[in-house]
C-alpha cells in the first residue's frame, strides 16, 4: 500500500482522454496535446530512456524503425534506428568564427580556412587565397592561377563561354556591356602581353597536343599572329609556315554597295621624325626549299564584287617625309617569279578592269605609278607580256645629252649627240637587252655620229650607222640577236 502511494505522489495526475496520455508531476496539465498519444511534461525533471550497452543494443531482437535508446558503452549517446541501422544522433561543434570564413564539412567535422576562401560580406567579393579581394572574384597575387573546365571523362571537351552583361531584355538601343581582357599592372620598363593559345593539330592518337601561342597582344599594342616574335615597330605581324599554299594574312571584300577593299593601307605622318612612310609594305625573302620553280607574292590582293569599285589592294600616302609610298612590295627570293607588286583584273560585259591602278594628287612631283628595277641579270622597271599599253597622258622616258664617245646604258632612251669633229654612240650586246630601244640623234651644226654594233652584231645588216647632218636621227630596237632600224630622217 505505502509503495501505492509513492507512486501516486511521484506521477501526479494520470488521466485518459480520447486515447491520449499525459504523464505529469505538475499541477494544471490535464490534457494532452492534440499531436501526441504520449505527452510528458515537467519543469524540473527530464524524460529517461532505456539505456544499454553497445552489446546488449546490438542484442535487440527485430529492432524497429524509430526505436530510440541511450548506448552507455563505447561511442555513447542517443541512438535512433532508421532504415535498418543504427545511428547516432549528435550536434557539430563550431569552431570560432573569423568574419569572412566560409565553412566547410568532411563529413564529420565543421572547419575554416579564410587564407584561402575568403567572403567580403560587405563589398560582396570572393577572394581564392586572399583576405582582401579586390574585385567579385580575386585570386591571391603570390602565385599563377588557372581557370579551367576539367576535362571530359567520356568524350570531347565542353565548351567555356565567357559573356559580358547584355542589355535589358526589351529595351530600345540599347548596348550590351563590353568585354575588357587586361594584362598585369607594370611599373617603369616593364611590360605584360596577352596570350592566346590552342593545341597543336598532332597525328591520329590519343596523346595530348601541346599548347602554342597563336596570337600575341603585345605591351606596346603590337600583335603577332602565328608567331611569339616581335618586331619593333609593326603594329600587327602575322607569320605562316608549312603549308602548300601558304597565305599568312588573306582579306576579302566583297558585296559592297560602293567600295570593296580587301586591303587599305594608310600612312600619314608629319613632322621631320619621319622619314619614309608606307601604306602597305610587302616583302618575300625565304626561298622555298629544293625547288626551282614558283611564283612568290610581296602583297597580293583579291578585290571581286559588283560594286561601283573593287580594290585588291589600295594603298594611300599622305605623308610629308622625304619619300612616300602608298603601296610598296619587295620580293627577294631565289625562285622563278618573284613580283614586288602584282595586279590581276577579271571582268566581263563593258567593264573596266586595271591590273595595277595608280593616282597622283598634290605635290611637287607626283608619280601615278614609279617603278625602279636593279641588281638583275635583266632588269624589268615595267614589264608586260601581252596586250596594250595604253596612256590618256603624256609620256615621260629618259634623255640625256653627249658630247664625246659614249656607250648606251640600259637607263638610256633618247641620246642627243653635238659633236663637231664626230663621236660613236657604242650599243650593248643586243643579245642581252632583246626588246630595248633607244633613239639617237645629231644635233651639232658639224661632225658625224657613228652608230657601232656591239661585237659583230649589225644594224639592219651593217656594223655601223652614221648620222651625218645636223638634226639627224635613228630609232633602233634589239631583236636579241642584231639591232633593227625602225625610222630614221
Do not use: H
Not at 568564427?97 to 572547419?111: K, N, Q
Not at 603577332?224 to 616574335?229: A, H, N, V, W
Not at 659583230?456 to 650607222?465: C, F, L, P, S, V
Not at 647632218?469 to 631583236?479: D, E, G, L, R, V
Request: charged share 10%; aromatic share 10%; proline share 2%.
Amino acid at each position: 500500500m505505502k509503495k501505492l502511494v509513492l507512486f501516486i505522489a511521484f506521477s501526479g495526475i494520470i488521466s485518459l482522454m480520447y486515447s491520449q496520455t499525459v504523464v505529469t508531476d505538475t499541477s494544471g496539465y490535464t490534457t494532452a496535446d492534440g499531436s501526441a498519444v504520449l505527452d510528458v511534461r515537467s519543469t524540473t525533471k527530464g524524460l529517461l530512456l532505456p539505456r544499454l550497452t553497445s552489446t546488449q543494443k546490438a542484442a535487440v531482437s527485430s529492432p524497429a524503425d524509430g526505436l530510440i535508446l541511450y548506448q552507455s558503452s563505447g561511442s555513447t549517446g542517443l541512438y535512433l534506428r532508421n532504415n535498418g541501422s543504427w545511428e547516432k544522433l549528435g550536434t557539430y561543434t563550431l569552431p570560432s568564427l573569423t568574419s569572412g570564413s566560409v565553412l566547410f564539412s568532411d563529413g564529420s567535422t565543421i572547419s575554416q580556412d579564410n587564407s584561402n576562401f575568403y567572403w567580403d560580406n560587405t563589398n560582396k567579393r570572393l577572394g581564392i587565397g586572399t583576405t582582401t579581394p579586390t574585385y567579385s572574384l580575386s585570386f591571391g597575387g603570390n602565385t599563377s592561377r588557372s581557370l579551367w573546365v576539367e576535362r571530359n571523362s567520356t568524350t570531347s571537351g565542353s565548351n567555356l563561354t565567357i559573356e559580358a552583361g547584355g542589355a535589358q531584355s526589351g529595351g530600345t538601343d540599347l548596348s550590351g556591356g563590353n568585354l575588357i581582357l587586361k594584362s598585369g599592372i607594370t611599373t617603369g620598363t616593364g611590360r605584360s602581353d596577352i596570350l592566346f593559345q590552342t593545341p597543336e593539330t598532332g597525328t591520329s592518337g590519343n596523346s595530348d597536343n601541346s599548347f602554342t601561342s597563336r596570337m600575341i597582344i603585345w605591351g606596346n599594342g603590337s600583335v603577332s599572329l602565328g608567331t611569339s616574335t616581335w618586331l619593333t615597330n609593326v603594329t600587327l605581324y602575322a607569320y605562316g609556315t608549312g603549308n602548300t599554299n601558304q597565305q599568312t594574312f588573306y582579306s576579302l571584300a566583297e558585296n559592297g554597295t560602293a567600295e570593296n577593299r580587301a586591303i587599305w593601307g594608310k600612312s600619314q605622318v608629319t613632322g621631320s621624325s619621319s622619314t619614309n612612310n608606307y601604306g602597305i609594305v610587302g616583302e618575300i625573302k625565304k626561298p622555298l626549299s629544293g625547288t626551282t620553280s614558283g611564283v612568290c607574292f610581296g602583297v597580293y590582293g583579291i578585290g571581286e564584287g559588283s560594286s561601283w569599285k573593287n580594290y585588291g589592294v589600295y594603298g594611300e600616302s599622305k605623308g610629308t617625309g622625304s619619300e612616300n609610298v602608298g603601296v610598296y612590295g619587295i620580293s627577294q627570293t631565289t625562285n622563278n617569279v618573284n613580283y614586288g607588286v602584282w595586279g590581276a583584273a577579271y571582268g566581263s560585259g563593258t567593264s573596266t578592269n586595271y591590273g595595277v591602278q595608280g593616282y597622283s594628287f598634290g605635290g611637287t612631283t607626283g608619280y601615278a605609278f614609279y617603278a625602279t628595277a636593279t641588281n638583275a641579270t635583266t632588269n624589268y622597271a615595267f614589264y608586260g607580256s601581252a596586250g596594250i599599253f595604253k596612256n590618256s597622258g603624256s609620256v615621260e622616258l629618259p634623255i640625256v645629252a653627249k658630247t664625246s664617245t659614249y656607250t648606251a646604258a640600259a637607263t638610256d632612251y633618247t641620246i642627243y649627240c653635238d659633236n663637231s669633229s664626230g663621236m660613236t654612240i657604242d650599243l650593248p650586246a643586243a643579245s642581252g637587252c632583246s626588246g630595248r630601244i633607244y633613239i639617237i640623234k645629231n644635233v651639232g651644226s658639224s661632225g658625224t655620229i657613228t652608230v657601232d654594233g656591239n661585237s659583230g652584231e649589225t644594224i639592219d645588216g651593217a656594223t655601223t650607222y652614221s648620222l651625218s647632218t645636223q638634226w639627224s636621227s635613228i630609232m633602233i630596237q634589239s631583236n636579241g640577236s642584231n639591232w633593227l632600224i625602225l625610222s630614221k630622217n
